[in-house]
């Protein structure tokens, strides 16, 4: 049975949902802030993972260069990747979408370093996480090799199979955070209601537009 995320985990979600507002340190200037020394943010700004608390931190250009190497932050901080690629033909279908225990079309896969692939689904209640069997993520890579390449803890296999649409892509964590942060604000009801599903067909236009 999938579990809700954490309280850190949702509150990172809102934070990458966030692209401007009040400071994270509550100066009352209103500028965002860098989570790490509260320097005031550029508007595009890149993203930490807290490991251990398993939550995005907003990082200033300074903390970003900073941990911009996979040994800078040991286990603590983690510099989310930019970037998102569509993988075309990836050759996932509905049989081996089923071995995966995966119950809804819209869903993120991240490989972790000290532990199993796990997968999140977007819901209401914020990001639902379960655990994917092992075979049947190892037939995921033989299908699609590219998912190999997912960069542990910070990179995403996000897949969409909602309402008839079949796209896979390898994605920085923090935009499956937004979408997470999306779903959650918009759901209506207990369908979720055409307005969240607009904002995820949105959602993917702009990945596209990124590709």
Not at 33 to 41: G, S, V
Not at 50 to 66: G, S
Not at 80 to 107: F, K, M, Y
Not at 110 to 139: F, K, M, N
Request: proline fraction near 6%; hydrophobic fraction near 40%; charged fraction near 25%.
């Amino acid at each position: 049975m999938p579990a809700p995320a954490s309280d850190s985990r949702l509150r990172g979600l809102a934070r990458a949902a966030r692209t401007t507002g009040a400071s994270s340190r509550g100066v009352g200037d209103g500028r965002e802030r860098c989570d790490l020394c509260a320097e005031p943010l550029a508007p595009e700004h890149r993203h930490l993972l807290d490991v251990p608390a398993d939550a995005i931190n907003c990082a200033c250009r300074a903390c970003a260069l900073l941990f911009d190497r996979q040994s800078a932050g040991g286990r603590h901080y983690r510099l989310i990747p930019t970037g998102a690629r569509r993988l075309d033909d990836c050759g996932i279908d509905d049989l081996l979408w089923v071995s995966l225990g995966v119950p809804v079309d819209l869903a993120f896969f991240v490989r972790h370093a000290d532990g199993p692939v796990t997968a999140g689904y977007p819901s209401p209640l914020g990001a639902l996480r379960s655990t994917v069997d092992p075979q049947a993520w190892q037939e995921m890579t033989r299908t699609a090799p590219a998912i190999a390449e997912l960069e542990e803890d910070v990179q995403a296999l996000l897949v969409n199979r909602s309402r008839g649409a079949q796209e896979h892509w390898l994605v920085p964590l923090d935009d499956c955070y937004r979408l997470v942060a999306l779903v959650r604000t918009h759901w209506k009801g207990l369908g979720g209601g055409s307005e969240v599903w607009d904002q995820v067909e949105r959602f993917f236009a702009e990945l596209s537009a990124r590709d």
